[in-house]
């Protein structure tokens, strides 16, 4: 895809990856924003962190600073966000329990086999459109689900379809990535 990802060795303090620090920084403000019942100002805070996950990629391709590091903290911040508002929206009461379920056993799978890889010695899968996608979908049903639309939680449904389908995307991409790898090692 023509971006360069560095790897050992490298230097890992960067702009992008303070910008993805920043995002886990936001993580336990939106809480405490949402658990005072400002639940206008909690979505901001989410929006705030999605300009901030758009602004480390877009810097990191630009200026050459794709890091591994990068590559799997990018979508790890991603997914805890996305877990601190999926749990906040099932406590409050304002989805139901099996779609958290759904979001939750999908995002957490995704960073627990991401972590296992990784620390594996395994190649992950940047982000790509797809997931990126897929991540603007969230947001919208997250902004749905804040202000209330009547189709919120019906739009909700059709946005986890297609988190589990980018999910198998990813694998396969994994797999393929893997593979490749494995076959370029000299035995």
């Known amino acids: 895809m023509g971006v360069e990802v560095h790897t050992g060795g ?11 620090l920043c995002r886990f920084v936001l993580i336990p403000i939106y809480v405490v924003v949402f658990s005072l019942s400002h639940t206008k100002t909690a979505f901001l805070i989410v929006v705030l962190a999605g300009l901030t996950d758009i602004l480390d990629g877009y810097l990191a391709r630009k200026r050459g600073q794709v890091t591994q590091v990068g590559v799997m903290l990018d979508p790890l911040a991603d997914k805890c966000m996305m877990l601190a508002v999926i749990i906040s929206l099932l406590v409050s009461g304002m989805i139901p329990w099996a779609a958290a379920v759904a979001m939750f056993i999908r995002d957490a799978g995704m960073i627990i086999g991401s972590a296992f890889f990784h620390f594996r010695g395994k190649r992950t899968v940047p982000a790509n459109s797809l997931g990126k996608l897929t991540t603007v979908l969230y947001y919208f049903a997250f902004l749905f689900i804040f202000f209330d639309f009547s189709f919120a939680t019906a739009y909700l449904w059709f946005v986890i379809a297609v988190s589990f389908i980018t999910s198998v995307i990813y694998i396969i991409l994994f797999l393929s990535i893997n593979r490749e790898a494995d076959k370029a090692e000299p035995r």
């Open 10 to 20: 490298e230097k890992w303090v960067n702009l992008p990856n303070l910008l993805t």
